[in-house]
């Protein structure tokens, strides 16, 4: 259930139309996303981003704080986190650098507040967790990946510890979220996933086909900083990954319509 072969084609070929059509209407929207001030406009567009692709957002796990300049740290597996984190703790984000190669997606990274990072270019790296803690001081919620990838959801990496100097240098908190993606019968998916050679494309085409997937969105316990970012990285890590070893079931806490 909830796999692209459990639907005729007629009805596959409608599904990807419909939803297709839905999502270009609202990609003029897109820096909805990153206005400063408008968490709940932010939530809102997300979450119609999310209905356009089939895909409904359960919470679970401890309340949001409202707190500001916090540093929400996640596992990464597919674009679909931006909107699936951006749901639930809108924020700007750190993304690879070699994603806003060209001159145009460049201004509109800029234009979108993203901080670009490049990740084989360590002697760039205090720079980019300088403007993450600033951004922090400033009271901005910063969104960071610190596995560094993506993974397909059945595995996942360990957290780099450079991103967790800039909460320690703000003295800001930090918010682990584990995202996991499920079919409508509760198994694991790996249809979002956005890993190797894959291309942006195809991921999009199999979200689209895929009559309906369940992200959950699981917060886990707000993280003081601390003075050891390694020490900080593991202990968001164990509240990332931990919760996906105990089960990949967890009963909902609150369930967002999207």
């Known amino acids: 259930m909830g796999h692209p072969a459990d639907s005729p084609p007629v009805l596959l070929a409608l599904r990807v139309a419909v939803r297709l059509g839905l999502a270009l209407l609202l990609a003029p929207g897109v820096p909805l996303l990153f206005v400063l001030g408008r968490p709940r406009l932010q939530r809102a567009y997300c979450r119609a981003v999310l209905r356009c692709f089939g895909v409904r957002i359960m919470v679970s796990g401890n309340p949001i704080r409202n707190l500001s300049g916090v540093l929400v740290v996640s596992n990464h597996m597919s674009w679909l986190d931006v909107f699936a984190i951006g749901a639930v703790l809108p924020g700007s984000f750190v993304a690879r650098a070699d994603m806003f190669s060209g001159r145009a997606i460049a201004m509109v990274a800029r234009l979108l507040k993203i901080i670009p990072i490049e990740r084989a270019s360590l002697r760039r790296l205090p720079a980019v967790v300088g403007t993450v803690g600033g951004r922090l001081r400033a009271g901005q919620t910063v969104v960071a990946f610190p596995e560094g990838t993506t993974w397909c959801g059945l595995a996942s990496g360990s957290f780099y510890p450079a991103m967790f100097q800039a909460a320690i240098?703000?003295?800001?908190?930090?918010?682990?979220?584990?995202?996991?993606?499920?079919?409508?019968?509760?198994?694991?998916?790996?249809?979002?996933?956005?890993?190797?050679?894959?291309?942006?494309?195809?991921?999009?085409?199999?979200?689209?086909?895929?009559?309906?997937?369940?992200?959950?969105?699981?917060?886990?316990?707000?993280?003081?900083?601390?003075?050891?970012?390694?020490?900080?990285?593991?202990?968001?890590?164990?509240?990332?990954h931990q919760r996906s070893q105990r089960s990949q079931h967890p009963a909902p806490r609150q369930a967002l319509a999207a």
Request: hydrophobic fraction near 35%.
């Open 169 to 240: 240098d703000a003295g800001r908190p930090v918010q682990p979220l584990r995202l996991t993606y499920h079919h409508v019968d509760g198994t694991v998916s790996t249809t979002p996933a956005y890993v190797g050679q894959d291309t942006l494309a195809r991921s999009v085409c199999r979200v689209l086909a895929v009559r309906r997937t369940v992200t959950r969105v699981h917060v886990g316990s707000l993280q003081l900083p601390g003075t050891d970012r390694r020490a900080l990285a593991r202990r968001c890590q164990l509240a990332v």
